[in-house]
């Protein structure tokens, strides 16, 4: 297989953000996927949090498994840190890779495939254990390298290419994430960049499991009449629960707003998330109201965007296993190894 690289020369007068990078220097790889597919527009939207929020490529760690959407990590940060896991393994891969590194900003890439039949119980586990990492799904409802066949998120009663019915209930990630402890879950659509990008600002400043599912149209096999998962589908089916502002600013007041107005919600790093709640019956700190809103519009056909729940005082997996602060790949010998006394009094602890 052949790749384009894009020039490394640019123009002297990109704008350049904090940390001294242009938005080019968050670019990968020209990307080999059809003209016109949803998964480059998530890599834009992650190109752009990335540079908006000043993070330096080399503190990203971008991992995936394999799928069209597992390609993506290549188009994107190529500077950054990156491990191309077998099918459905990212999740264990990423959290290994965290519990060794706590430094580092993990980015989880993944498909409704590669995460919602080989990797489920992966995927479960990643989220349970409250792993601090942005896991992204690049959900088409098809799986496009085996061509066409409807994937486990394929919606019932949807229509192949071929205009096969998906005689199969639907895995839905979005209330696993809700039910299994995630502190964080949205979904996006990948023609929305407005509302995707800040939802990705908003999961890499979360400090626990940050899970977004992006709704992302295969044009060269599931974007016709009948698919749940076309572009005109899901603009015309598409309620968003909130207009999504990220504001990177010192803590300020907490507040109960009407609707219309502000909500803020302090992150666990300092930083703020501001909502703009549109739905005055609609508050995204209630788990259970999360998933009965979720529910109850999935009944009526529709997709439900935004973000759907946090939490603001989220914990990730080094709280629960009461890890040291300094990351374990920096340990010396004499702190990983203190010897038989230190031993004998661990096991004596677990009698």
Not at 233 to 244: F, M
Not at 296 to 301: F, T, V
Request: hydrophobic share 40%; glycine share 10%.
């Amino acid at each position: 297989m052949t790749y384009i690289t894009k020039p490394s020369l640019h123009h002297p007068t990109l704008t350049k953000n904090k940390v001294g990078y242009t938005r080019r220097d968050y670019e990968g790889k020209i990307s080999t996927l059809c003209a016109g597919c949803g998964h480059d527009s998530i890599s834009a939207a992650i190109i752009q949090a990335c540079w908006a929020l000043d993070i330096a490529p080399h503190r990203v760690a971008k991992l995936s498994g394999i799928g069209c959407s597992s390609k993506t990590p290549d188009y994107f940060l190529g500077a950054s840190h990156g491990f191309n896991t077998v099918h459905g393994r990212m999740p264990s891969v990423l959290t290994g890779a965290n519990l060794a590194n706590r430094e580092l900003l993990y980015l989880g890439v993944s498909g409704d495939g590669d995460s919602a039949s080989i990797g489920l119980g992966q995927f479960a586990h990643a989220m349970r254990r409250g792993v601090r990492m942005v896991y992204i799904v690049e959900n088409n409802g098809v799986y496009g390298l085996t061509k066409g066949q409807f994937s486990a998120t394929a919606d019932r009663g949807s229509k192949s290419k071929k205009g096969v019915v998906n005689p199969d209930a639907p895995v839905d990630l979005i209330g696993m994430a809700l039910q299994l402890g995630a502190t964080y879950v949205g979904r996006g659509f990948s023609g929305d960049k407005a509302q995707l990008v800040p939802l990705i600002q908003g999961a890499i400043a979360h400090g626990g499991a940050a899970f977004i599912d992006v709704i992302s149209p295969c044009v060269a096999f599931n974007n016709h009449p009948g698919s749940t998962r076309s572009y005109d589908y899901v603009r015309e089916h598409n309620d968003a629960v909130s207009r999504i502002d990220f504001i990177e600013l010192a803590p300020e007041a907490h507040a109960s707003p009407e609707p219309g107005e502000v909500f803020t919600l302090p992150q666990a790093d300092g930083t703020l998330m501001r909502l703009r709640k549109l739905h005055a019956d609609y508050d995204p700190t209630n788990r259970v109201n999360a998933m009965a809103h979720v529910q109850a519009l999935q009944a009526q056909g529709e997709v439900v965007t935004g973000l759907l729940y946090v939490d603001p005082q989220a914990q990730d997996m080094h709280h629960g296993l009461n890890t040291v602060a300094k990351p374990l790949n920096a340990l010396t010998e004499a702190e990983l190894c203190p010897g038989t006394a230190a031993l004998a009094k661990l096991n004596a602890s677990l009698r």
